[in-house]
């Protein structure tokens, strides 16, 4: 046995990808409005933008495409997807959606009834805390105090401090919560993975006030693979009874199916045994993403996603994809580069907080990290920071975010081991010259999800 797994596969098909010249990137990125967002994906070299949508497909899922079946009501590709959805999680209710926020934006008008009410998670992700405030509702983290210090190594840094959240339900009444939503890996700390037993603590609090829990599951499979290594009694246990376990710690599902169902597109919105529940979630689709045996995909798209998510439960290629996201990580922390740590599943996070602890938050920081990483390298990554938690929605105030982070997120099934070496390099580099990073202010603000289409300029 070697200490390391290889790619279980071989690679049938390449794109070219192309470094352009230095000065050319520079005129690249000011004319993206400093916002790599805005960059044309032929002006990028290495793309670490998102794990979302940017994976390669296997044959087996480009076969699948081919057993599309484009009828509007009735698709046999969501007959197929239905059952892989009930085999894998459980849950007897399934309506595919257009991606993750397809679902989001069905679920939580339905949960939230009253303006004001609390929505209660580990962590939110960006799309989920949005649709959290569009329904009226307001999103509250209880994140464990170790997630934050990004120095400290500790297993489970997704976890809720459940004794914080009980107290919080506790001084604000059972009635004035909509709903919990446990965040699986939870990827604005870092994708860092929630342990089984935190998973469970959670639910059982939420039953005892009667409050309804929600998984925000885009990374169920890493999440089950970090369990399997970690947490005790789990390391004989097979990845899919791990991730059946973690589904029946909720009442409904969401899933970008994006990141671990393996494909470019799709949703998924479940609900374990609720019918009305899962009535009404029925007719709101309709008109939001598509009629319930389509819910905005095609029939080739369900397809692909049925054979993804079987693909994704595979040990070895948990094993390959975790280790190689962690060996990004090895070669940072050997650079001295502050990283959260230990490393998560589907990237690797810059602590840029620590890297430039003078500039204001304000000037986002990090972002200005990644401006200066991809004048340096042609490598897109992005922010999770204080530009991408946003505002007080009641204050407006601004910089809010406990930490300061880089996110190089790695595709699925795309990028080899030079490739990291190669981002490990130039961050190495952006790194030494720490001292030359400008920050960024904004020329065009948008209200809501900012960071997406802001323009800004640098700060001297
Ligand atoms: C990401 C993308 C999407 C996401 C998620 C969790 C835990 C729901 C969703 C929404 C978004 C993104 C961020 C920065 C750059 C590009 C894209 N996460 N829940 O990369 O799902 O996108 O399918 O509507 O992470 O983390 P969807």
Redesign the pocket.
């Known amino acids: 046995m070697t200490s390391y797994q290889p790619e279980p596969y071989k690679i049938k098909m390449v794109e070219p990808i192309r470094l352009l010249p230095r000065e050319e990137r520079q005129k690249c990125i000011e004319k993206a409005g400093y916002n790599p967002?805005l960059l044309r994906s032929d002006e990028v070299y290495i793309d670490l933008?998102?794990?979302?949508?940017t994976g390669a497909m296997s044959d087996r899922q480009w076969a699948g495409l081919m057993l599309g079946d484009e009828s509007y009501a009735g698709s046999l590709n969501f007959y197929h997807l239905e059952e892989t959805v009930q085999a894998l999680s459980g849950h007897q209710y399934v309506l595919p959606t257009?991606?993750?926020?397809?679902?989001?934006q069905v679920i939580f008008p339905l949960l939230v009834e009253r303006q004001g009410q609390y929505v209660l998670g580990n962590m939110h992700?960006?799309?989920?805390k949005a649709h959290i405030e569009l329904a009226k509702g307001r999103a509250v983290n209880f994140i464990n105090a170790e997630a934050l210090d990004t120095a400290k190594e500790h297993p489970f840094k997704g976890n809720f401090d459940l004794a914080a959240m009980e107290q919080f339900i506790q001084d604000k009444g059972p009635d004035s919560i909509a709903a919990i939503v446990t965040?699986?890996?939870?990827?604005?700390v870092g994708g860092q993975p929630i342990s089984m037993d935190n998973i469970r603590g959670a639910y059982e609090i939420a039953k005892r006030y009667d409050i309804p829990v929600v998984m925000?599951?885009?990374?169920f499979a890493e999440n089950a693979y970090f369990i399997k290594q970690r947490e005790e009694g789990y390391a004989n246990r097979s990845i899919p009874e791990i991730v059946k376990e973690q589904f029946s710690y909720c009442d409904v599902f969401?899933?970008?199916?994006?990141?671990d169902g393996l494909v470019n597109?799709?949703?998924l919105l479940a609900v374990r045994e609720d019918k009305s529940l899962f009535q009404r979630c029925q007719a709101l689709v309709v008109p939001l993403e598509g009629f319930p045996t389509y819910g905005g995909l095609a029939g080739r798209d369900m397809e692909a996603l049925a054979i993804g998510l079987k693909e994704v439960v595979d040990e070895d290629y948990l094993t390959q994809r975790i280790s190689q996201v962690g060996l990004l990580g090895k070669l940072l922390q050997e650079a001295g580069v502050p990283v959260q740590s230990p490393i998560g599943g589907?990237?690797v996070f810059v602590d840029v907080g620590r890297i430039l602890p003078d500039m204001p938050k304000t000037q986002y920081p990090a972002h200005a990290f990644a401006v200066a990483l991809y004048v340096e390298s042609g490598i897109r990554a992005?922010e999770?920071g204080s530009l991408?938690y946003g505002r007080d929605p009641e204050t407006g105030e601004d910089g809010l975010s406990d930490l300061e982070l880089l996110?190089l997120?790695i595709p699925r099934r795309v990028y080899t081991d030079n490739h990291m070496r190669y981002i490990a390099d130039s961050i190495a580099r952006v790194y030494a010259k720490r001292d030359q990073i400008k920050g960024i202010a904004f020329e065009y603000e948008p209200p809501i999800l900012r960071?997406?289409t802001a323009r800004f300029r640098l700060v001297d």
């Open positions: 967002f933008l998102t794990d979302s949508g257009h991606q993750g926020r397809g679902a989001e992700f960006d799309t989920t965040t699986v890996t939870c990827n604005s925000d599951s885009a990374r969401t899933m970008s199916a994006k990141k597109i799709g949703g589907h990237a992005v999770i991408l996110r997120t960071h997406f």
